[in-house]
Each structure stands twice: as C-alpha cells, then as structure tokens.
C-alpha cells in the first residue's frame, strides 16, 4: 500500500495523533511525579522557591521522555492497532487483498519520520532544556559555584578564593599532556567582592596538575594604575584538577544531535575519550529505527483480526512486558559496548536487527495463518 493512497493517509493519521495523545499524556504524568519528588526533596532547604522547582521539572521532562520514547511509540501502535481490529476495519482491509505488510507500512512510515523529527528538530531543543537542568541541579544540591563548562569554545571556569574575591579562568584551546592538562591562550581574572577586576593576567601557556595548581608562562600582568608587568612564570593554587575538569563534561545528553560531530572531533583533538559521546551519536542515528521494531512488535500482540476469541488484555500485557524485555537487553548491549567490550556499530545495531527480524518472522507465520 502506498502512503499517498486514502487508506495509507488515514492509517499515518492514526497513529500520530494517537502518539501526540499518549506523549501528552506521559509528559503530564512525569511532571507532576517529578514536582513531587523535588518539593520532598526542598521541604528543608526554604531558600529554594516554587518557581525554581517548576524550572528544575519542566527541563528534565526530555531527560525522562527519552527514556520512554520507544515505549511511548510501541504503546501508541498498540492502541491504533487494537482501534482498528475493534471496529473491524482490519479484517476488511484484509478482505481487500491487502496484505500485512501494506498495512504497516503507512505506520511504518509515519514512525520514521517521527523518529527523524525527534533527532533533527526536538533533540536540539531537549539538549538546551537537559543542560539547563543539569546546571539548576548543581545549584539545588551542591549551592556550589565552582562550576566548570567544558566545550568547543575551550574552558571557563569560576572559583571564589579564601580572601572572598572571585578568580575566572578562560583557556581557549586544551589538550591532554598524559595526567595534566595543557591550556593555551590563558586570562585569569580577579574579581573583588562587587565583582569589579582586580589584576588581569594573560599567558601564552599554562599546566594544570593534580596538586591544584596551575602554572603560566610567558605572563602579562595587568594591574590598575600600573605599568604592565612581563614574567616568565607564575604560579596560582586553584580548586581545579585535571580529573574534575573530566569529571564536569557536558554530558552527551546535553548536545544537540547537530553538534555532537563537532564536539567529538574537537574532543578527539584535545586528546579525550570520546566513546561516550560517539555511542550516543550513533544510537540518535539508530532510533528511528528502532522506534520502527517496537512498532512491529506491537502489531505482533495487538493484529489480531478475530477479537471475539478473547484474550486481548493478556496479549497487551504480554507485549507491554516483551518491550521492557526488549529496552533492557538493549541498555544491556550498550553498555557492554560503552566499556568496549562490542563494537559500537554492533551494540547500537543488534538489538534492533534481532528484534526486527523475531517481529517479521512470526508476522509471517501469522499471514500464512
């Protein structure tokens, strides 16, 4: 069947405003669950108001949505399924000499272009949405603002010193020198209680070690009311070490899907491990496609042309149940894959050719049938 064709339209049309319908639905539910989690959570720290919470839940909405895409799609399929086998429009496209896989594959379809939608257009703004709660929970657990940004832009980086003063660190170029971290072009400013500059210091190098200290040569000291001072080297005592810089990556959830090529090559040029973030580019890639296996799993439970046999809630359950089966074996390859122990092209890939080809097998023993 093709998707232009009337049946193929209202078939598209059907499954996406039944997806809408349940990731409306989902997305209700994890709010008001998360809102409840986080007022438990800010009973005893008063400085934290309503609207801060409200901020923290709403950015961690696509955090907890991309967890249950898949299901939200394969439930989604399931209930436009079972509509269509209930008021017994299956069975007369059946009757039709329409075949099963004609019938899937307008669902089929639309899913895809759901699945692309998702990485090109919503994980760009779910990325932001994901970095901005990273940076609120920083505030709500740890009121810490020694906080580290690490991108393409190179590191920035904020402490405040013993005496009350503020120091910012800016390098826009780094590299991995076995355990210490090599920055260039470095300004570290000094800031008083009011935030006014103190004394500016321009370096043409600097190393950081994990003794918390960071050395600059070839160093321009710029100080008000006086003359620039030149120096060989310096050395300031700072909170930062290599590993935490590591540690305070953005996450790969945080980048969007049009700028994580660009990240790992500057990561890779840096001389950092990029697995992480390589995987997590691959399964974006991936996920339309595996959005399209949970579709053919759920019209193995729910196509059933004959409803009257009974039996239709076991067979919800029991698909519901086989895709939780199927999500964990799939975080199961992944991680098998993260610690290197598969290939990344295979842990991204073989559960969703695994599950695609076990879906297609029995739909066509179920066609014979």
């Known amino acids: 069947m093709k998707p232009n064709t009337i049946l193929g339209r209202y078939l598209m049309k059907q499954i996406t405003l039944t997806f809408l319908g349940v990731i409306i639905m989902a997305l209700g539910i994890i709010f008001v669950f998360e809102m409840i989690e986080l007022l438990r959570r800010a009973a005893s720290v008063p400085q934290i108001t309503f609207w801060f919470l409200l901020k923290?839940?709403?950015?961690?909405?696509?955090?907890?949505?991309?967890?249950?895409?898949?299901?939200?799609?394969?439930?989604?399929?399931?209930?436009?399924?079972?509509?269509?086998?209930?008021?017994?429009?299956?069975?007369?496209?059946?009757?039709?000499?329409?075949?099963?896989?004609?019938?899937?594959?307008p669902v089929l379809l639309?899913?895809?272009?759901?699945?692309?939608?998702?990485?090109?257009?919503?994980?760009?703004?779910?990325?932001?949405?994901?970095?901005?709660?990273?940076?609120?929970?920083?505030?709500f657990k740890m009121q810490d603002m020694n906080t580290v940004l690490y991108t393409?832009?190179?590191?920035?980086?904020?402490?405040?010193?013993?005496?009350?003063?503020?120091?910012?660190?800016?390098?826009?170029f780094v590299n991995q020198e076995k355990s210490d971290l090599l920055l260039r072009s470095v300004s570290v400013l000094e800031l008083d209680k009011h935030s006014r500059i103190i004394k500016s210091t321009e370096?043409?190098?600097?190393?950081?070690?994990?003794?918390?200290?960071?050395?600059?040569?070839?160093?321009?000291?710029?100080?008000?009311?006086?003359?620039?001072?030149?120096v060989n080297n310096i050395t300031y005592h700072t909170e930062l070490t290599p590993k935490r810089i590591k540690e305070t990556f953005i996450t790969p959830e945080a980048i969007s899907f049009w700028n994580l090529p660009g990240t790992i090559k500057f990561?890779?040029?840096?001389?950092?491990?990029?697995l992480k973030h390589h995987m997590h580019y691959l399964s974006l890639l991936a996920s339309p496609f595996l959005l399209m296996s949970m579709v053919l799993i759920a019209a193995?439970?729910?196509?059933?042309?004959?409803?009257?046999?009974?039996?239709?809630?076991?067979?919800?359950?029991?698909?519901i149940i086989t895709g939780f089966v199927v999500y964990f074996m799939t975080?199961?390859?992944?991680?098998?894959?993260?610690?290197?122990?598969?290939?990344?092209?295979?842990?991204?890939?073989?559960?969703?050719?695994?599950?695609?080809c076990l879906s297609i097998t029995i739909l066509l023993q179920m066609q014979d049938g």
């Open 300 to 319: 193995v439970f729910a196509l059933r042309p004959n409803q009257r046999r009974g039996g239709i809630l076991y067979l919800v359950v029991s698909g």
């Open 267 to 274: 990561y890779e040029r840096s001389g950092f491990a990029v």
């Open 110 to 139: 639309a899913t895809f272009l759901i699945g692309v939608i998702n990485i090109t257009m919503i994980n760009p703004i779910s990325s932001k949405m994901y970095e901005q709660y990273e940076r609120l929970n920083v505030k």
């Open 203 to 230: 370096a043409f190098a600097a190393l950081l070690n994990d003794k918390h200290e960071l050395n600059l040569k070839d160093v321009r000291i710029f100080t008000t009311g006086k003359t620039v001072q030149k």
């Open 56 to 105: 923290m839940a709403f950015t961690k909405l696509p955090e907890a949505v991309n967890l249950i895409f898949p299901f939200v799609v394969m439930i989604a399929a399931m209930i436009t399924f079972w509509k269509i086998c209930k008021n017994s429009e299956f069975v007369i496209i059946l009757a039709a000499g329409t075949s099963i896989w004609e019938f899937l594959a």
């Open 152 to 172: 393409d832009k190179g590191l920035w980086t904020r402490e405040s010193l013993e005496s009350g003063n503020i120091m910012i660190i800016q390098a826009k």
């Open 331 to 356: 975080q199961i390859i992944y991680a098998f894959g993260l610690n290197g122990y598969l290939p990344e092209i295979m842990a991204v890939w073989t559960p969703i050719i695994i599950t695609s």
